[in-house]
């Protein structure tokens, strides 16, 4: 069964470290507790829409663009997202660039 | 506030409704009682993230794309979507047609 909670605690997580906040930080500007919020990253608990939108407020983030990314990280578990099995062209052209090097 | 609850329970109800589904097909294949489902749908209650995959799998829908249209709506809601304010193309067509016929 895809929990929606799973990946909103993964998305809130990314989002904080990606901002380099502690989870002090984002809880005590959201007026949270540091253990639910933590609970609520690790997908322990459900996270009210209060509690959603005074995190995403703490995070500068629209809810939408979190939300956005919960959807789009729900779609690669439910296997509707084609990750690519081919390297990248980027890589491709360095992997290149090292053999003639050689 | 934005309320991620609000949404989702607009959305559950548009889907159902697009598949033709009554209240109580839908609650008596996800297992939740239709009062419950109701209030979801009316945003007036939080739905755990176990009854959304109740809900999306009775409507044959992924969670991915009911979370999808969500941050669609929440973005619209939030002004991060631009709303055309220009008439579509068939509706001057049909008003030029008025005009022609007059």
């Known amino acids: ?29 959201a007026s949270v507790a540091l253990g639910y919020l933590s609970e ?3 997908g322990q608990k459900e ?3 209060e509690i959603l939108a005074s995190v995403a407020d ?6 939408s663009i979190i939300m956005r990314e919960v959807s789009d990280r729900l ?3 439910e296997g509707l ?6 390297v990248p062209v980027d890589m491709v052209a360095d992997f290149d660039a090292d053999l003639v090097a050689r």
């Open 81 to 86: 997202t084609i990750v690519p099995d081919t």
């Open 1 to 29: 069964m895809v929990l929606v909670r799973q990946e909103i605690g993964d998305v809130l997580r990314d989002f904080r470290l990606q901002k380099g906040r502690t989870l002090r930080q984002v809880a005590s500007k």
């Open 58 to 63: 703490a995070l500068d983030t629209p809810i």
């Open 40 to 42: 609520v990253e690790r």
């Open 47 to 49: 996270a009210s829409s």
């Open 75 to 77: 779609a690669v578990v």
